[in-house]
């Protein structure tokens, strides 16, 4: 069962020709979550055969240009793609004005309906869950009002172990409810506890995404022991403070959360134009985390 | 000197993975005027090694998306690129709407001026002049207000015939007041008249852009003779009646312009992402007027 991420872009606020401006898709089980819409995202999602028709969730970091300006297009191609279901866009209250804005002028007679929800950017809570998938928001720091996202499977059931269910003649009718919890009472009436009947639940997989933010120790907490996280690091340790004074993060930071978090694996993106060497700043990303991986157009990431 | 035409994109509002949304840059002598910009213009701009720093004015024909969205983000990389010149966007007064938004929302502070020019898009007139050029708006036919541009060189100055100064032994002081006009008295009072003296001007060059709009036989008056017309030809003549109810134009009917406008060359463009075979579209524009060529993303012509 899919949950992976592809990345759209990951460059900055200044464009170049080797990084489109930040966006994602989460796809999970063949539902696409997109994070972040930089300008020419929908062409990033042709590019790499992606259906803008599988997107029902779209979450905005923050009211960057860099991070929302593929919305306006990316709206009204789905119309002349016909569609009619609706859409979701969570994000900073900024991103809703635009989005009435955009509703006014060009949008008043498009197919579907464009729903937004606001995200309180200072908590930590649960602002999205269906039946596979838990998203929460997690509190950045920036110039502006931003916040990322952590994505949970919602745990799994147990398998049923086949040669315990043949074993004792278990009928099929019960096997939802062994999965369940229940346990088996044989004839004669000897009780076989779920446990033996059962292995445990394929573990749930997660990812986070944190982007754009100064470097927050405390995230740690948050994020703790995810598969996959997606930091920012525009900068290279030697412009810590340029990092600081921009609100953003640089790779050793980046790094340093991802160990401290103990996630499985670190992916870091939004460079800044001016890098000029990626492989720099991935080994300095490496010589805290060893499992960091640069994002990088088209990079598909299996969780 | 430069008189030369960039196709950024000519696709239409259902984006693909072969065009890139309307964008043109029209190169006058190193200075850039712009002419719609669809999303993804900045980056076309990059690949094509085309410095943003160069654009004086942008010249937007209507307010749909695949022809204005790349505004908001080339407004803000102006701006981290250090721009303090003033940027001038003319067009019809519903892209100002969009402007305003942007300038309130995204540019409160950004370091220089964006200065709107509102087009009344139903008359022919002269809406901007230069020391090098004159451009004056194409009443266009389209679902929404839509106006298309006439850029034409200012008339030079007839140049002087070296021999015919160099035999007169007329002195460089004067030579200023013969390109502007002026004939020479010898010392014995005979009148070399200026015609002598010069040959003309060399002929300026002119571009018509005609996007979006149903084809309308009238223009060829406004556009009587120009070096190069981009029309749009969104479409094939067998679907001319879908091209009458979307306010479009056919290969056919672009190509029959051309010709009754007697132009030099024809560049189509804007093609409907339902287009499979642009080779046909090509033929079917050539059957009418031979001298036509697809536009294509990082296509060059030179007027």
């Given at each position: 069962?899919?949950?992976?991420?592809?990345?759209?872009?990951?460059?900055?606020?200044?464009?170049?020709?080797?990084?489109?401006?930040?966006?994602?898709?989460?796809?999970?089980?063949?539902?696409?979550?997109?994070?972040?819409?930089g300008e020419g995202a929908q062409t990033q999602m042709q590019m790499m055969g992606l259906s803008m028709a599988n997107i029902g969730h779209i979450f905005i970091s923050h009211n960057h240009g860099?991070?929302?300006?593929?919305?306006?297009?990316?709206?009204?191609?789905?119309?002349?793609?016909?569609?009619?279901?609706?859409?979701?866009?969570?994000?900073?209250?900024?991103?809703?004005?635009?989005?009435?804005?955009?509703?006014?002028?060009y949008y008043a007679e498009i197919g579907y309906e464009v729903i937004f929800h606001p995200i309180d950017?200072?908590?930590?809570?649960?602002?999205?869950?269906?039946?596979?998938?838990?998203?929460?928001?997690?509190p950045l720091e920036h110039r502006i009002p931003s916040v990322g996202f952590l994505f949970r499977e919602k745990p799994g059931l147990p398998h049923i172990r086949r040669e315990?269910?043949?074993?004792?003649?278990?009928p099929v009718s019960q096997i939802n409810?062994?999965?369940?919890?229940?346990?088996?009472?044989?004839?004669?009436?000897?009780?076989?506890?779920?446990?033996?009947?059962?292995?445990?639940?394929?573990?749930?997989?997660s990812y986070a995404y944190c982007s754009d933010t100064i470097y927050l120790p405390e995230?740690?907490?948050?994020?703790?022991?995810?598969?996959?996280?997606?930091?920012?690091?525009?900068?290279?340790h030697e412009r810590a403070l340029r990092a600081e004074q921009t609100r953003h993060t640089t790779a050793l930071q980046a790094a340093t959360l991802?160990?401290?978090?103990?996630?499985?694996?670190?992916?870091?993106?939004?460079?800044s134009a001016a890098i000029k060497d990626e492989a720099a700043l991935l080994r300095e990303a490496?010589?805290?985390?060893?499992?960091?991986?640069?994002?990088?157009?088209?990079l598909v990431i299996s969780i």
């Amino acid at each position: 069962m899919n949950f992976e991420l592809n990345i759209l872009g990951c460059g900055s606020a200044k464009p170049t020709t080797h990084h489109q401006p930040t966006s994602q898709i989460l796809n999970v089980r063949g539902k696409y979550f997109m994070i972040d819409c930089g300008e020419g995202a929908q062409t990033q999602m042709q590019m790499m055969g992606l259906s803008m028709a599988n997107i029902g969730h779209i979450f905005i970091s923050h009211n960057h240009g860099d991070h929302v300006f593929g919305l306006p297009g990316l709206i009204g191609t789905m119309d002349l793609l016909g569609r009619t279901a609706e859409l979701h866009i969570h994000g900073p209250q900024q991103v809703g004005e635009m989005l009435e804005f955009l509703q006014h002028i060009y949008y008043a007679e498009i197919g579907y309906e464009v729903i937004f929800h606001p995200i309180d950017t200072r908590q930590h809570q649960l602002i999205f869950e269906d039946r596979s998938i838990t998203v929460h928001s997690i509190p950045l720091e920036h110039r502006i009002p931003s916040v990322g996202f952590l994505f949970r499977e919602k745990p799994g059931l147990p398998h049923i172990r086949r040669e315990m269910i043949d074993a004792f003649q278990i009928p099929v009718s019960q096997i939802n409810n062994i999965k369940a919890g229940a346990s088996w009472t044989t004839e004669d009436g000897t009780v076989i506890p779920h446990e033996r009947l059962t292995t445990p639940a394929t573990p749930s997989r997660s990812y986070a995404y944190c982007s754009d933010t100064i470097y927050l120790p405390e995230l740690k907490e948050i994020i703790k022991g995810v598969n996959l996280l997606y930091h920012e690091a525009t900068y290279m340790h030697e412009r810590a403070l340029r990092a600081e004074q921009t609100r953003h993060t640089t790779a050793l930071q980046a790094a340093t959360l991802a160990r401290d978090a103990e996630v499985g694996q670190l992916c870091v993106g939004h460079f800044s134009a001016a890098i000029k060497d990626e492989a720099a700043l991935l080994r300095e990303a490496q010589s805290v985390f060893p499992n960091t991986v640069l994002a990088k157009e088209g990079l598909v990431i299996s969780i």
